[in-house]
């Protein structure tokens, strides 16, 4: 390639890279870097980090899998990095009190999933996977004091969530100082060229950037992203809020869930899902915002569009058409599971526990929350009494506006 045509090509490429995000540390660095690759024909390596703390992905972390996809597309090397090892600490990201760690078997049984999920995203088989475990269980006594010793405790102190904890004399441990450092090292370890991220870890990708120039490596640009928020309009997406889209989530439950976001989070979800794709929905999402077209087609799309990407065409069409004839027109599912509960000795089952055992709700509190709440019909009558007997035979159980099941209880 002539300069003037890598010149060009940097540019595009950069422009690609700022696409959603919020900052962008050492891009000017990450210029030079990218023409002498152009160059030599040399992939970037582009790592993203995700701690196995709970077994599932949601679409929040889709933000940065795409981001990761593009980078691939640029012709770049993507790492996804399982946080095996950081996941035993616990990120103390965000959080307002010590986030509890995770044994060494719980994060092996969230991991085994995580490649599998990455999967529906990205072609994992162009994709470095990669452990942090594989490096820091093999760190000696004397690699972690001289890791520890490349910053101080007054810079530590000066992370917003640990500032915070100091001023109100909130308790910090000391292994929770120890997370970014190992993130940081990580990037070391991988001999990191660019790092993905949300805002919330700017302080441990930057951490990143610091251990490269102690190690003698050029540091890594970082690129962060805002944080997707979830169902409420109103916190991040997260599980433990109950707020949150999984990746494994079956085409139809994807499918009522977006349906069911605020209109006011429908531009913002677009924008940070989208990265480049869907460009007439934008397009249909800027009238919405000037007080043009009707949110409800909209959402389809939206919803049809997220669908497809994570499943396939044909789910997304499936699970579009289930929700127009079971939420919108009130008709009954094609297709119902069928679930056999044991009475057990029992004169009937309480609603809640008939929930639970059929696999409606997740727990006797959740279900107990839905039939106080209305969202509870059995036979289709409503039911607000959450211990309330059903007796033995067949009902038809829906729980919410799209969840149905045929339970025998005998």
């Excluded at 986030?99 to 994709?127: F, G, I, M």
């Excluded at 499918?255 to 924008?271: F, Q, R």
């Amino acid at each position: 390639m002539t300069d003037a045509a890598i010149k060009q090509e940097v540019e595009r490429q950069l422009a690609v890279m700022r696409e959603g995000a919020v900052d962008f540390h050492g891009e000017a660095e990450l210029a030079e870097r990218l023409a002498v690759c152009l160059r030599e024909d040399r992939p970037l390596r582009v790592k993203l980090g995700m701690d196995p703390s709970s077994p599932d992905l949601h679409l929040g972390h889709s933000v940065q899998l795409v981001k990761l996809r593009r980078f691939l597309e640029l012709g770049h090397t993507p790492i996804f990095l399982v946080g095996d090892f950081t996941a035993r600490i616990g990120d103390p990201s965000g959080k307002s009190k010590t986030r509890p760690a995770l044994d060494a078997e719980q994060v092996r049984e969230n991991a085994q999933t995580y490649v599998d999920q990455v999967a529906r995203l990205l072609d994992v088989s162009k994709v470095e996977v990669r452990f942090n475990g594989e490096w820091m269980d093999e760190m000696t006594p004397s690699d972690f004091v001289r890791l520890c010793s490349q910053t101080t405790v007054a810079r530590m102190l000066e992370r917003d969530d640990f500032s915070k904890r100091y001023a109100a004399e909130s308790p910090i441990f000391i292994h929770e100082f120890l997370y970014p450092f190992v993130q940081g090292y990580d990037s070391v370890a991988l001999e990191a060229d660019v790092e993905l991220g949300g805002t919330d870890q700017t302080f441990n990708l930057l951490m990143g950037r610091e251990l490269q120039r102690a190690y003698g490596q050029a540091p890594q640009a970082v690129i962060t992203h805002p944080l997707l928020v979830g169902l409420d309009g109103h916190e991040k997406m997260s599980k433990s809020l109950g707020n949150a889209i999984g990746i494994l989530d079956e085409p139809a439950d994807m499918y009522g869930k977006v349906m069911s976001i605020p209109d006011a989070a429908m531009s913002e979800w677009h924008a940070l899902l989208s990265m480049g794709d869907w460009g007439e929905l934008g397009g249909d999402l800027a009238g919405f915002e000037e007080g043009e077209g009707e949110p409800m087609s909209l959402k389809h799309r939206l919803a049809h569009s997220i669908g497809s990407r994570v499943h396939d065409d044909a789910s997304a069409d499936a699970a579009g058409e289930q929700f127009r004839k079971v939420v919108q027109r009130k008709e009954m599912p094609d297709e119902i599971p069928e679930e056999d509960v044991a009475l057990g000795g029992r004169d009937g089952l309480k609603v809640f526990e008939l929930l639970v055992e059929a696999k409606l709700a997740a727990s006797k509190s959740e279900a107990r929350r839905l039939a106080q709440q209305g969202g509870v019909s059995i036979d289709q009558e409503r039911v607000s009494d959450p211990t309330a007997l059903v007796a033995a035979g067949e009902h038809l159980v829906q729980v919410g506006k799209r969840r149905f099941a045929r339970v025998r209880i005998a």
